[in-house]
């Protein structure tokens, strides 16, 4: 089964410093999905960025970058250069196929990191 | 952003009455799905629906219901509310695009005295 391990609870980051939020992940296919989303503490659900098992560069969208290490199984979220806003939860997930091989079932998700950036 | 709104925002209902939470789209996507979030556990899904009356189960469904009569509404309901159903209610919607991203609601904070 998939599963989604986050191991950083929360992170502090002065302004203006890069930061790296770990994910790793676990599953036996061969295809799959990952994503991160951001959830500031107004609620919302914010998707950031994807990435496919089968893509060989690592994505990128602005400030936001993912560290895709297949053989680790690891996806990390770079954010560079950070702001004040940028404080919130972030969340890694993954596509889950269910028990009928929809890739369109769910997502599973980690325990989140709580990220505060510090003026 | 993705035109998708929940209804209502919040809610404090009472132990054993009936709760129904409205998502609505107008992306026109085929994929709906209904996740709770709770302290520790991030998203976990309740049901998700594949098109207008396709519906099915995910990992935490007992005690809700869904229904989706039309391809921009997917209704939430709970029969018979219980404490354990205190929560935030997230929908999302998905085009079923390779990249299959699903976009998520506002959600809706319910309270089950």
């Known amino acids: 089964a998939q599963k989604i391990t986050q191991t950083q609870p929360g992170m502090f980051v002065q302004e203006k410093e890069a930061v790296t939020l770990d994910c790793t992940y676990d599953?036996?296919?061969?295809?799959?999905?990952l994503f991160w989303y951001k959830q500031p503490s107004s609620g919302e659900m914010i998707f950031l960025i994807y990435?496919?098992?089968?893509d060989e560069q690592n994505a990128t969208e602005g400030r936001y970058s993912l560290n895709f290490q297949k053989a680790r199984k690891s996806a990390n979220l770079v954010i560079s250069a950070s702001q004040l806003g940028d404080s919130a939860m972030y969340f890694c997930?993954?596509?889950?196929?269910?028990?009928?091989?929809?890739?369109?079932?769910?997502?599973?998700w980690g325990a989140g990191t709580k990220l505060i950036i510090k003026p | 952003d993705a035109g998708i709104t929940q209804s209502p925002r919040h809610k404090v209902t009472e132990t054993g009455t009936p709760v129904t939470l409205r998502c609505h789209q107008t992306?026109?996507?085929?994929?709906m799905y209904w996740y709770r979030q709770d302290p520790g556990h991030g998203l976990r899904l309740i049901h998700y629906?594949?098109?207008?009356?396709?519906?099915d189960k995910g990992e935490v469904s007992d005690g809700y219901s869904v229904s989706r009569s039309k391809t921009e509404d997917f209704l939430l309901t709970l029969e018979s509310a219980t404490s354990s159903q205190t929560s935030v209610y997230f929908c999302?919607?998905?085009?079923?695009?390779?990249?299959?991203?699903?976009?998520f609601g506002p959600g809706t904070r319910l309270l089950v005295l």
């Open positions: 992306e026109n996507h085929r994929y």
């Open positions: 629906s594949y098109g207008v009356k396709d519906t």
């Open positions: 999302a919607i998905s085009d079923g695009s390779p990249e299959e991203t699903q976009y």
């Open positions: 997930a993954m596509r889950d196929p269910g028990p009928y091989g929809d890739s369109n079932y769910q997502l599973i």
């Open positions: 599953t036996s296919d061969q295809s799959y999905g």
């Open positions: 990435q496919g098992s089968y």
